[in-house]
């Protein structure tokens, strides 16, 4: 599905879940999930790399920065619709959900604690947190509350 067409059909979505919500609010959100999907990554010079148009590579990185650190914007609670109508599709399809649980080390102190919904050879974000951790692995206490919360 071209970007475009995949951004309108979110933005309707979206537009339904959260109707009174400010429409650049919006559209940040859209490219996010857009931009996730399509560069398969979380990671958000790699997001803004997908988002069609003339700003720099920077300044979209940098919008989608300050729309994730907005405090009056709560990610979680505009991505749980989104996650809750996947898990139900594939559940649905195919009688079966199909998670990851992945750790990633981001920068030098942080861990990203992923848990992904497997689609067409893809891994779909769910749910995430991030861990301070200098080394290793992160604890199971941690995974448990992260996959607990997806549940």
Not at 93 to 118: N, S
Not at 127 to 142: E, F, I, L, M
């Amino acid at each position: 599905m071209p970007i475009n067409h995949q951004y309108h059909t979110w933005f309707q979505r979206i537009r339904e879940l959260r109707p009174k919500q400010r429409i650049t609010q919006v559209r940040n959100f859209v490219w996010l999930v857009v931009g996730i999907h399509q560069s398969r990554s979380v990671t958000l010079s790699k997001i803004a790399g997908k988002i069609p148009g003339e700003a720099k590579l920077l300044s979209a990185v940098r919008r989608l920065g300050r729309f994730l650190n907005n405090p009056a914007i709560r990610v979680r609670v505009w991505y749980e619709p989104i996650a809750r109508q996947w898990l139900a599709t594939q559940y649905r399809y195919l009688g079966e959900i199909r998670l990851v649980v992945d750790g990633t080390k981001i920068g030098a102190r942080h861990q990203l604690l992923i848990v992904c919904l497997t689609y067409r050879k893809r891994a779909i974000p769910i749910a995430w947190t991030w861990v301070p951790h200098v080394r290793g692995h992160s604890s199971t206490r941690k995974q448990l509350a992260l996959l607990a919360y997806v549940l």
